[in-house]
């Protein structure tokens, strides 16, 4: 069937569907939750934590600085933003296509980024999210909707329209209200005003994609402190990091840089075991820097981490030396106190990995043309849940086409005994910070002693003047809840190409 003549079915059939079948029992269960979240189960309102159990009726909400991620028994994953409300209408699903599978969302408000499992896949004329704008259908993808209420978004300082946000990140949705309907594809994003048709945004609004730090899964706790000695046990994936957006400021706010003559204002990756992920500037007023010999990070305090070498060892240190002021460096062993703030619970990894890599904030970049980046250096990838040490094969090489403000890696490659992970994936370049977050890159693994992956991501930024360096930060989640990371710096290559 036309995706857009089943989704126009699927306004005159809603009711006949919810009818159906009120109650199925189990729906899927809670991955994690952090913060305040929880289900609201007739006139009960029921904590959430991992391992909880979703019943059809459920409706999720996430309070503020809280956040959840939900696997449905088709193995669909959901994504819930701070501040949403999360219904689950009718959903039934007995492992196969019978005619009696269905998968009815409602989202009442905020927002979710969402992989539709086998129903999506085999029957997906039987999905449906529905909102007071508009219904969506679907054919097996990766989206992302955000609600915004009359005077909540914002694009920078100005207040966008009130509606429905979204964007595709693989396959295809049709969105569809009386008043039109309209089709997205990979990449693609819309918007649907009260009393409007969808229509088609050209470029990803920020807000779309607030960001969460949880790389790997963590178990909900009471608000304090959690001390995570080894990797958590509860399997199932995690929320990819959503795409930072760093805004360059003409306040200097220079760090020096021991031992170097080159100064800042910077930009930081600091990637650690388990959660810590930062991506920051020296024009952020709450982030303070450490160092000591050329350009060592022994210190990192923002908003949200409290990092801090202590006794432990700094390893596999290098810099450039060149205009870009690229330097990196891993933390490793006892010693060192790594503290990050996730809603109301602070997650320690005292004594865990920590990788980082910083730069001078790119300035002067090209309007146009594309240029190859080549490897210069980084730190050993580390497996957070083998404890292994392994060797960055291959850098691969990132192509940057600053006409489409595009970037591209090929061919990454880290080793681990038996096991090669290699990464290949794009992301746009936005205020010459990317992510792959949304869409995410293609993580693979070769050898007999692979572990099954879950994603592969990375992200970084563009150094110094015409932007002649990058800093780069890699991950891989696996299923058993590890990450394996590390930081790479890359230059321009000689005339432009490697």
């Known amino acids: 069937m036309n995706l857009l003549r089943h989704c126009a079915l699927a306004l005159g059939t809603a009711l006949s569907l919810l009818a159906a079948g009120a109650a199925w029992g189990e729906a899927g269960k809670v991955v994690f939750a952090v913060g305040d979240v929880a289900a609201l189960r007739g006139t009960a309102r029921v904590p959430l934590a991992a391992g909880a159990t979703l019943e059809?009726?459920?409706?999720?909400?996430?309070?503020?600085?809280?956040?959840?991620?939900?696997?449905?028994?088709?193995?669909?994953?959901?994504?819930?933003?701070?501040?949403?409300?999360?219904?689950?209408?009718?959903?039934?699903?007995?492992?196969?296509?019978?005619?009696?599978?269905?998968?009815?969302?409602?989202?009442?408000?905020?927002?979710?980024?969402?992989?539709?499992?086998?129903?999506?896949?085999?029957?997906?004329?039987?999905?449906?999210?529905?909102?007071?704008?508009?219904?969506?259908?679907?054919?097996?993808?990766?989206?992302?909707?955000?609600?915004?209420?009359?005077?909540?978004?914002?694009?920078?300082?100005?207040?966008?329209?009130?509606?429905?946000?979204?964007?595709?990140?693989?396959?295809?949705i049709a969105v569809v209200n009386v008043f039109g309907s309209n089709e997205f594809s990979s990449d693609e994003y819309f918007f649907v005003a009260d009393g409007e048709a969808p229509q088609r945004f050209l470029a990803p609004p920020s807000f779309l994609s607030d960001r969460l730090k949880t790389r790997s899964t963590a178990a909900s706790v009471a608000p304090g402190d959690m001390r995570i000695a080894n990797p958590p046990d509860n399997p199932g994936p995690d929320e990819p990091l959503a795409p930072f957006t760093y805004q360059a400021t003409e306040d200097l706010n220079l760090i020096p840089s021991p031992g170097s003559n080159v100064t800042g204002p910077f930009a930081i990756i600091v990637g650690s075991d388990v959660d810590t992920l930062e991506l920051d500037a020296t024009t952020d007023p709450a982030l303070r820097l450490t160092f000591s010999g050329p350009g060592q990070l022994t210190g990192f305090v923002n908003g949200s981490l409290s990092a801090q070498l202590g006794t432990a060892t700094l390893v596999d240190t290098g810099q450039t030396n060149t205009p870009d002021g690229l330097h990196w460096g891993r933390w490793q062993g006892t010693g060192s106190t790594i503290a990050q703030t996730l809603g109301n619970t602070v997650v320690h990894n005292d004594g865990g990995n920590l990788h980082y890599?910083?730069?001078?904030?790119?300035?002067?970049?090209?309007?146009?043309?594309?240029?190859?980046?080549?490897?210069?250096?980084?730190?050993?990838?580390?497996?957070s849940g083998t404890g292994q040490v392994g060797t960055l094969l291959s850098g691969g090489i990132i192509s940057v086409n600053f006409t489409t403000a595009q970037l591209a890696l090929s061919g990454l490659t880290a080793g681990f005994g038996s096991a090669n992970y290699t990464l290949n994936g794009t992301a746009s370049i936005i205020n010459g910070s990317f992510s792959t977050a949304g869409g995410g890159a293609t993580g693979a693994c070769s050898g007999a002693g692979c572990q099954t992956l879950i994603a592969g991501n990375f992200l970084g930024f563009l150094a110094g003047p015409g932007g002649t360096g990058i800093g780069l930060d890699y991950y891989f989640n696996t299923r058993t809840g590890s990450v394996i990371e590390g930081v790479a710096g890359y230059r321009q290559c000689a005339s432009g190409k490697c």
């Open 357 to 383: 890599i910083y730069g001078v904030v790119a300035t002067q970049l090209p309007g146009s043309g594309q240029v190859q980046y080549g490897l210069v250096g980084g730190t050993r990838p580390t497996d």
């Open 56 to 172: 059809v009726g459920d409706t999720i909400v996430t309070a503020a600085q809280s956040h959840a991620q939900l696997r449905f028994t088709d193995d669909a994953l959901v994504a819930l933003k701070p501040e949403s409300e999360f219904r689950i209408e009718q959903y039934n699903f007995d492992g196969r296509q019978d005619g009696t599978e269905v998968a009815v969302f409602r989202l009442v408000k905020g927002g979710f980024r969402t992989l539709t499992g086998q129903i999506g896949k085999i029957s997906p004329d039987r999905y449906q999210l529905l909102t007071t704008q508009a219904t969506i259908g679907i054919r097996g993808t990766h989206y992302q909707v955000q609600l915004c209420a009359p005077e909540q978004c914002r694009e920078g300082e100005a207040v966008v329209r009130a509606g429905m946000y979204g964007g595709v990140y693989d396959g295809r």
